[in-house]
């Protein structure tokens, strides 16, 4: 078994958000920077904080995906807004365990309609159920049709 400078162990197949492993090796995606070390947490596949990944492929068509992690149960919203500020879709609205996640977006409105190119925003709200901790954070993607 080979082992990180942290003690992952390197076998099969496993996604996180901003990196996987696969056939023993350790692939960082191009929309991250440097790796860190991860908590002990991570390592048992609950992240140590919110973060909300960079969609991918971006630009995307016809469908990109968008990744974020939750250190804890939390009520979640991840909407979908065009460049003028209004909601397009919504993506998640509801509550999720600790964790990875992904969600899907295919371009398409509310209504079920595919949307025109251009560049949108996705914005994701968390709050563990608890009450002690909320996150947002905003980020841009683009669609070429």
């Not at 209004?86 to 977006?105: C, I, K, N, Y």
């Not at 209504?111 to 914005?123: A, E, K, P």
């Amino acid at each position: 078994k080979v082992k990180s400078a942290v003690g992952q162990t390197f076998v099969g197949t496993t996604r996180s958000l901003n990196n996987w492993i696969d056939s023993g090796f350790l692939a960082d995606t191009l929309f991250r920077g440097p790796l860190t070390a991860v908590g002990a947490n991570e390592r048992n596949g609950i992240p140590s904080t919110y973060e909300l990944g960079q969609n991918y492929p971006n630009p995307f068509n016809p469908s990109t995906k968008i990744q974020f992690a939750l250190p804890r149960e939390s009520v979640v919203k991840l909407i979908v807004y065009n460049i003028l500020g209004q909601e397009v879709t919504t993506l998640v609205d509801d509550v999720r365990p600790s964790g990875f996640h992904t969600a899907d977006w295919s371009g398409m409105n509310a209504g079920g309609n595919r949307v025109s190119s251009g560049v949108y925003f996705y914005r994701l709200t968390a709050k563990d159920v608890a009450g002690q901790a909320s996150y947002s954070s905003l980020k841009k993607m683009v669609l070429l049709r």
